[in-house]
Structures are given as C-alpha cells and as structure tokens.
C-alpha cells in the first residue's frame, strides 16, 4: 500500500509568541508553520527567528511536521532567515510569494550553500497571480519542492478580489495550482479562513476544499484544528466503501471481468486505485495516532 503523509491541518503561528509556539506542541496539527513573514511586526523579526528556529530544533513537537516560513526573497531579512532555518533544519522551509521556477531553483542552491539537510523540504507559497500562471512551472521546478500552499489573502489583494462564500473570484487561480500539483505529484494546501469566529463558515470552506481535492488546510486558530481534521479525513462511510469496491473488482477480475458494480455504480481499476489512496490516508491518520 502506498505511503501518504497526512496533511490535513497545517497551523501557521506567529513565531513571536511563545505562548502560540508552545501551545501547538500538544494540538493534533498534522503540521506547524512557525512563521516570520506576515504574523511579525518588523522590529519582532529577530527576535521571532530566534524563537523559532530554536523551537524547530528542539524536537518538540512529536509526529507533526515542523515548517519555518521565511521573509520572501525580495526582503532585508530573506537570506538571515533562510540562513537560521537551514541551520535549524526542519521538515520544509515555506517561502512566500514564490514566483516561477528560477525562484525556485535560487532556492534550492541557497539551502545547499547555507548548509540545510537533505530532508529540509521547500513548501512553495502560491499567491501571485503570476504563481497561477507559472504554477505548473513552479511545482515542476524541483524535487526538494514536495507542496504547494495557496496564499489566499494576498491572491484577493493582488487581484481586488472580495471574500465572499463560496470563493467565485478565487476558483480560477485554486483550480490552476491543483492541476498543477497533480500533474507534478506533489501535494497541495488549501488557504487560510480569516475569521476564527464562524467555525460553521470555515466548515463549509475545508469541505469545498476537500470537494476540490486539496490535501489539507493552512489554519490561524486552535479551534479550527478539529473541523478541518475531520473534513479532510476519509469518513467511516468512505472507508467502508472503498472496502467494497476493491472487493467487488478483486471478484469480478477472478471471473475474468473488468468491471464490476458496488450498489448500482460502475467500478473500473481506475476507481480501485482510488479507493486504496482512501484507504492508505485513513491507515496514515490511525498509525499517527488518532
Ligand atoms: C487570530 C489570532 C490573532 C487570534 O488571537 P487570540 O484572540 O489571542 O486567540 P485566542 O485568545 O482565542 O487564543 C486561544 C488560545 O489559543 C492559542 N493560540 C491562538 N492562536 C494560535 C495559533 N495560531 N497557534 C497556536 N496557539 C494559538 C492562544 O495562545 C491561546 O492559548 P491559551 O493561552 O492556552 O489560552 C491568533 O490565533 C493568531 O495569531 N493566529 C495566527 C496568525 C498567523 O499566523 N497569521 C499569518 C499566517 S496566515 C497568512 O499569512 C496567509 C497567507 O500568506 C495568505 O496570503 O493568505
Ligand atoms: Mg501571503
């Protein structure tokens, strides 16, 4: 069976409160993003890429990911911070406003010189309306890459889009970065929900992200941790029914069939192979322990 890293939820915290850091040692996060670009006022950066690299290195943080968002290359504080967060070595650096494949492979060459371990992956932030137009670019560009993290606050600044429900003016840009993640393998997180208020709104945006194919979704706030894990995990239901289809076409390939039908529906190999990435994900989620 294939081996699939659960991605549901991915909380950013800003990485000058400590308390946020601590905090997120104990919540059932699949991943963290400690973060130095947007969530830290200027004078704080110093001392929030201290705290954060330090809390990257500790260990502390068991089976979650541990990411650290850098300032975007155009900054004063990109090469400091890129600097720490190779040395700090954690799972990916998440670097925003990604905007074409030169980027990424500058990047890449600028964690070697500074010395990052191979298994410090780069998480591309796409948010840019030239990212939507590059992205398949952008995801091909290099196997350290392994996720796209859609930054939909700056995506509707750079395009004077409105929030509204349903995200209509987003669509476009959302359905590009997907089709280019899974023409590149690589995996795909949905945008951040702003206000931490309305768990009923953010409900039904992680299922909309969900129904899209997103592999999870970036949070700010605890209380959005359980929602978005159980939106994005297979359901009992989902599980019990990929069961079936595999069943039902293991049957009808011993009678020398390749088709068969589970409760009315036409099932082909392409439909088991879905129902064994449903099964894997689920796997994934109990061996991580919940
Ligand atoms: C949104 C917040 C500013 C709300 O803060 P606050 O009102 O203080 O929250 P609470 O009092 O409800 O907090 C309750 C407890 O939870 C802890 N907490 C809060 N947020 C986090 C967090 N993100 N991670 C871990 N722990 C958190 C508090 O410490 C309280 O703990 P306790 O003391 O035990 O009661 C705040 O939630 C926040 O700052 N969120 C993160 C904001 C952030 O990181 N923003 C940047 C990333 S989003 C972005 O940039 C997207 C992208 O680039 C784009 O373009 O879209
Ligand atoms: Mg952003």
Same mark, same amino acid.
């Given at each position: 069976?294939?081996?699939?890293?659960?991605?549901?939820?991915?909380?950013?915290?800003?990485?000058?409160?400590?308390?946020?850091?601590?905090?997120?040692?104990?919540?059932?996060?699949?991943?963290?993003?400690?973060?130095?670009?947007?969530?830290?006022?200027?004078?704080?950066?110093?001392?929030?890429?201290?705290?954060?690299?330090?809390?990257?290195?500790?260990?502390?943080?068991?089976?979650?990911?541990?990411?650290?968002?850098?300032?975007?290359?155009?900054?004063?504080?990109?090469?400091?911070?890129?600097?720490?967060?190779?040395?700090?070595?954690?799972?990916?650096?998440?670097?925003?406003?990604?905007?074409?494949?030169?980027?990424?492979?500058?990047?890449? &060459? +600028?964690? !070697?010189?500074? =010395? $990052?371990? %191979? /298994?410090?992956?780069?998480?591309? #932030?796409?948010?840019?309306?030239? *990212?939507?137009? &590059? +992205?398949? !670019?952008?995801? =091909? $560009?290099? %196997? /350290?890459?392994?996720?796209?993290? #859609?930054?939909?606050?700056?995506? *509707?600044?750079?395009?004077?889009? !409105?929030?509204?429900?349903?995200?209509?003016?987003?669509?476009?840009?959302?359905?590009?970065?997907?089709?280019? *993640?899974?023409?590149?393998?690589?995996?795909?997180?949905?945008?951040?929900?702003?206000?931490?208020?309305?768990?009923?709104?953010?409900?039904?945006?992680?299922?909309?992200?969900?129904?899209?194919?997103?592999?999870?979704?970036?949070?700010?706030?605890?209380?959005?941790?359980?929602?978005?894990?159980?939106?994005?995990?297979?359901?009992?239901?989902?599980?019990?029914?990929?069961?079936?289809?595999?069943?039902?076409?293991?049957?009808?390939?011993?009678?020398?069939?390749?088709?068969?039908?589970?409760?009315?529906?036409?099932?082909?190999?392409?439909?088991?192979?879905?129902?064994?990435?449903?099964?894997?994900?689920?796997?994934?989620?109990?061996?991580?322990?919940?």
């Amino acid at each position: 069976m294939t081996t699939i890293r659960p991605r549901r939820s991915v909380l950013y915290m800003p990485g000058a409160n400590e308390r946020a850091l601590e905090k997120a040692r104990t919540l059932p996060a699949d991943a963290v993003i400690l973060d130095l670009e947007d969530a830290v006022a200027p004078d704080a950066k110093e001392q929030a890429r201290e705290r954060v690299c330090a809390a990257a290195a500790s260990g502390a943080y068991g089976r979650r990911e541990v990411t650290i968002r850098v300032n975007a290359v155009d900054t004063e504080w990109h090469d400091a911070d890129l600097h720490a967060a190779a040395q700090a070595g954690p799972d990916a650096v998440v670097v925003p406003k990604v905007g074409s494949a030169r980027e990424v492979h500058e990047l890449e &060459r +600028a964690l !070697e010189l500074h =010395g $990052a371990p %191979e /298994r410090t992956a780069i998480w591309a #932030m796409v948010e840019t309306p030239a *990212a939507m137009l &590059r +992205a398949e !670019e952008i995801a =091909g $560009a290099s %196997e /350290r890459l392994t996720v796209l993290v #859609m930054g939909t606050n700056d995506l *509707a600044k750079e395009l004077h889009a !409105e929030f509204v429900p349903g995200r209509a003016p987003l669509l476009g840009g959302l359905s590009l970065c997907l089709l280019a *993640a899974r023409a590149t393998g690589k995996a795909i997180l949905d945008g951040v929900y702003n206000d931490v208020s309305d768990l009923a709104g953010f409900e039904a945006e992680c299922v909309q992200g969900r129904q899209f194919g997103f592999d999870g979704k970036t949070l700010i706030h605890p209380s959005q941790l359980e929602p978005c894990n159980r939106v994005f995990a297979p359901s009992a239901e989902e599980v019990a029914r990929s069961r079936q289809i595999i069943e039902a076409f293991e049957q009808a390939k011993a009678e020398g069939r390749g088709v068969a039908t589970v409760h009315g529906r036409m099932i082909e190999n392409l439909h088991v192979d879905n129902a064994r990435r449903i099964l894997a994900l689920a796997d994934a989620i109990e061996s991580a322990g919940e």
